[in-house]
């Protein structure tokens, strides 16, 4: 052997150098760290300043008829917001030319997706791919392949309005949501069995994942044109300056009977059987190229 492999330790005299490279080490190792804290800050604000745009009938005095006119401009008083997020995730986390490929072939992929499917009768086959990639990514990954989903389908498709930057914050939210989820530790990997019980227990999480991301994005998307979907006096309506909890029980009632029951509904069906059938195939496939570290 040699002689540096039998010296002890404290009469090497590396050892000074060694000492000495350890701090820089932890420090190159805590850049990524205060990196991955200072975008979360980013886009949890960004996702605060979105809740309070969908959820402002429940807490601002308006008038259907100004409200009308004022969400355009809270729409695209959004949209700063989500390109100063997206520019500082992709400048600080999305580093690699692996990750930005990826980024960009998912979105091109959920896009297509999205057009071909456009949503017709509550199917929005997107939620599929949304979910599926949040989970093996992680939250941030998700959340940004839910917002560059719909910018890039909104564009080719022509479908770009006020509507727009509440349906990218919404989906964004349904890929983060996936990356949230529990895991579990591999114990079983040389059990095929039990890899087969915890593959199942996956795709059954995933589903039923699915399944209450399907109805919560339906509710938070009917937040943003109820005040002014329908008119004055009825069970239904937003009445301006009313209590919240009246006014809440007037858009539960709006959206059980004009979306929850029909295209929430759907909606929670396809992407049920697309997780169910295309699932373990696409969770492997994302697998084989894991990103790395995934946050």
Do not use: H
């Not at 979360?40 to 259907?64: D, E, H, K, N, R």
């Not at 990218?168 to 890899?195: E, I």
Request: net charge positive; with cysteine; charged share 15%.
């Amino acid at each position: 052997m040699s002689e540096i492999s039998t010296a002890a330790p404290g009469n090497s005299s590396d050892a000074p150098a060694d000492r000495r490279a350890r701090p820089s080490r932890r420090t190159d190792r805590a850049r990524p760290r205060r990196s991955i804290r200072w975008t979360s800050w980013i886009l949890g604000g960004g996702s605060l300043l979105a809740v309070a745009a969908f959820a402002w009938p429940f807490f601002v005095g308006a008038v259907p008829a100004d409200a009308q006119v004022a969400v355009p401009i809270v729409a695209f008083a959004l949209i700063p917001a989500l390109i100063v997020a997206l520019a500082l995730t992709l400048d600080r986390e999305m580093y690699t030319a692996k990750t930005v490929a990826l980024l960009g072939v998912l979105s091109a992929v959920g896009a297509a997706v999205r057009i071909a499917g456009a949503g017709v009768g509550g199917v929005e086959a997107v939620f599929v791919l949304l979910i599926l990639a949040g989970r093996v990514y992680g939250a941030r990954f998700g959340f940004l392949l839910g917002l560059l989903t719909i910018a890039v389908s909104s564009l080719l498709w022509g479908g770009f309005g006020p509507w727009t930057p509440f349906q990218m914050f919404a989906c964004g939210w349904v890929g983060a949501g996936a990356g949230l989820l529990p895991r579990w530790q591999n114990a079983t990997r040389q059990n095929s069995s039990g890899q087969r019980i915890r593959a199942t227990r996956e795709i059954l999480l995933l589903a039923a994942y699915g399944v209450v991301a399907s109805y919560l994005f339906g509710l938070v998307m009917n937040l943003w044109f109820w005040p002014f979907a329908v008119g004055s006096g009825t069970d239904i309506s937003y009445t301006a300056g009313a209590d919240p909890g009246q006014n809440l029980a007037s858009f539960a009632l709006y959206s059980l009977v004009t979306s929850t029951l029909t295209w929430d509904t759907v909606r929670a069906i396809t992407t049920v059987v697309g997780i169910a059938l295309v699932g373990p195939a696409v969770l492997a496939a994302l697998r084989r190229a894991r990103l790395s570290p995934r946050r």
